[in-house]
């Protein structure tokens, strides 16, 4: 993105987002899906950059200094990904060197605070899940990061395995690249080298809400706003997303995007063929379907709700894709418990 240059202020910042964000809009037929995605999370990348800079300007001028020791820019979930849609919330944090100093926690708090409202200044919903730089438990020096990495992998309940997944997709955008790769370093290490850990990621993978029914057909919601319509995100995309995970924490893979995941397995014939080769072309249906999700602009801040409505469910060609896709998902879903019920057995 090469429109930042005059960028000097959240309220400018946000402009530029806009401004990107409907050229975006209209291009939508006009190239590929994976070329879309890419433009925007390559938006996404740039405005945060240009956010720690103004952050951190913002700071020196009132009086708080420069960073105090090195730090990375870190992004969770679909950004960690890259396959951020334009409404896509905050999923970020911070890896802070260990080097001392004595305003370094001073500093990086206010930092955090400041960076997570120039964002929401700039177009980007706080995290409901708190993922954000803001938040102590994301925003760590990385002996810290460590530290809690090892906690999370050792206790093996729902919600710390949930976290350590989340960990999983951190993806590096900006400050001292050293860091991330430290980080991804020891998580590898520590899913390599902990008993139970893989069974423990494997259980929070095969939960999921059922999307075809025993004759095959599309499971729709049945009361509330929604009804009617079918969850995109949680039905067909985050099976997906976490099975690929899956499979590539077990295989060493580096990749945190789930096409690059589920090619590299492909390549090193690290899973059937035809297992993975359905679940590229399901995600790519899922890519489609989740940008085609029900989408509401607020004050040019834009949300969705992840779900395509009644009317996108009467076509036909949106409806056979959706069934191809769920068999996929079906499909991995049924490996995925075979797996599980394997494990659970070993363990009696």
Same mark, same amino acid.
């Given at each position: 993105?090469?429109? !930042?240059?005059?960028v000097?202020?959240a309220?400018t910042l946000?402009?530029?987002?806009?401004?990107?964000?409907? $050229?975006?809009?209209n291009?939508i037929?006009?190239?590929?899906?994976?070329?879309?995605?890419?433009?925007?999370?390559?938006?996404h990348?740039?405005?945060? /950059?240009?956010a720690?800079e103004?952050?951190?300007?913002?700071?020196w001028?009132?009086?708080?200094?420069l960073?105090?020791?090195?730090?990375? &820019?870190?992004v %969770?979930g679909?950004s960690?990904?890259? $396959?951020?849609t !334009?409404?896509s919330d905050q999923?970020?944090?911070?890896?802070?060197?260990?080097?001392?100093h004595?305003?370094?926690?001073r500093f990086? =708090? $206010?930092f955090?605070?400041?960076l997570?409202n120039m !964002?929401?200044?700039a177009? #980007?919903a706080k995290?409901?899940?708190k993922v954000?730089?803001?938040?102590a438990l994301?925003?760590?020096?990385?002996s810290?990061w460590?530290?809690?990495?090892?906690?999370?992998?050792?206790?093996?309940?729902?919600?710390?395995?949930?976290? #350590?997944?989340?960990a999983a997709?951190?993806?590096?955008?900006?400050?001292?690249?050293?860091l991330?790769h430290? &980080?991804?370093?020891? #998580?590898?290490?520590?899913?390599?080298?902990?008993?139970?850990?893989?069974?423990?990621?494997?259980?929070?993978?095969v939960?999921?809400?059922?999307t075809?029914?025993?004759l095959?057909?599309?499971?729709?919601?049945?009361f509330?706003?929604?009804a009617?319509?079918?969850?995109? =995100?949680?039905?067909?995309y985050?099976?997906?997303?976490?099975?690929?995970? #899956?499979?590539a924490?077990?295989?060493? !893979?580096?990749? /945190?995007?789930?096409l690059?995941r589920?090619?590299?397995l492909?390549t090193l014939?690290?899973?059937p063929s035809s297992?993975?080769?359905?679940?590229?072309?399901?995600? @790519?249906?899922?890519l489609h379907?989740?940008r085609?999700?029900q989408?509401?602009?607020?004050h040019s801040v834009?949300?969705?709700?992840?779900?395509?409505?009644?009317?996108?469910?009467r076509d036909?060609d949106t409806l056979?894709k959706l069934?191809?896709?769920?068999?996929?998902?079906?499909?991995?879903?049924?490996n @995925?418990?075979?797996q599980?019920? %394997?494990v659970?057995?070993?363990?009696?």
């Open positions: 993105m090469d429109n !930042l240059e005059d000097d202020s309220f946000k402009q530029a987002r806009m401004k990107r964000q409907e $050229e975006l809009q291009e037929d006009q190239i590929s899906i994976l070329d879309w995605y890419r433009r925007v999370n390559d938006l990348d740039a405005i945060a /950059t240009k720690i103004l952050t951190e300007k913002e700071m001028k009132e009086g708080y200094g960073a105090p020791v090195p730090y990375a &820019f870190v %969770f679909s960690g990904r890259r $396959e951020a !334009l409404w999923d970020n944090g911070l890896i802070i060197s260990d080097k001392e004595p305003d370094k926690e990086f =708090k $206010e955090g605070i400041r997570s !964002l929401e200044s177009g #980007y995290c409901e899940g954000m730089c803001s938040e994301w925003a760590r020096t990385l810290s460590r530290e809690q990495l090892s906690e999370w992998s050792n206790d093996l309940q729902w919600e710390p395995v949930r976290y #350590y997944i989340i997709d951190m993806r590096h955008v900006a400050g001292d690249l050293t991330s430290q &980080f991804q370093k020891y #998580y590898s290490f520590l899913f390599e080298s902990t008993p139970d850990l893989a069974a423990a990621v494997l259980r929070n993978t939960r999921h809400k059922a075809l029914n025993i095959g057909q599309v499971v729709k919601e049945r509330g706003e929604h009617g319509g079918f969850d995109v =995100k949680y039905g067909m985050i099976p997906l997303v976490n099975s690929g995970r #899956y499979f924490l077990q295989n060493g !893979l580096k990749e /945190t995007n789930t690059q589920l090619k590299k492909s014939e690290a899973a297992l993975i080769e359905p679940c590229e072309k399901a995600f @790519l249906i899922a379907l989740r085609s999700a989408m509401k602009e607020d834009l949300s969705s709700s992840g779900y395509i409505d009644q009317d996108q469910l036909k056979y069934r191809i896709g769920l068999s996929a998902v079906k499909k991995i879903h049924r @995925l418990q075979r599980l019920r %394997f659970e057995r070993g363990r009696l």
